[in-house]
């Protein structure tokens, strides 16, 4: 009977064991993903944090001719950015652009530096809006009137 009991306890002992590295391996398993979706979240975060851009047009003046509208938009974030990740919507439409950066100075769109974006649409007279957006999210609105 005494050597029934010692197995029994032994064999309770092991899966415990069993049951406790198994618990331990999932939390250091989900522990991990926590970590790297922190870091993720994070990078992000400064990404953020440090772009900024500001349309930088007069709204009374805003240039359209012939069907052509011209936005200038300035990077005034502490990060260069690529302007050719930046999505523009006029009234809430996204428009097809082609952008340049104004004046000397490289062909990278650091602080201060402003871009210059042109557009083919057809625009009535009155009042309209432009939202430009970079890849990270960062975003400047401008209500005009034509």
Known sequence: MASDDSITQMIFFIASIIV???IAGTIIGITGLMADEMRVKS???VSVMGSSITIVNDPRHVPY????????IK???EL????RDLIIFIDGQYIEFEADLV?????NWVTGRVIEVTATLM????????KAILGNGASDTLDFRL
């Open 20 to 22: 406790a590295v198994t």
């Open 43 to 45: 990078d992000n975060a």
């Open 65 to 72: 001719e012939n069907g052509t509208i011209t936005i200038y």
């Open 75 to 77: 990077n005034t974030g």
């Open 80 to 83: 260069p950015q690529s302007y």
């Open 103 to 107: 004046g000397p100075g490289g062909e």
């Open 123 to 130: 625009l009535g007279a009155g009042d309209h809006t432009a």
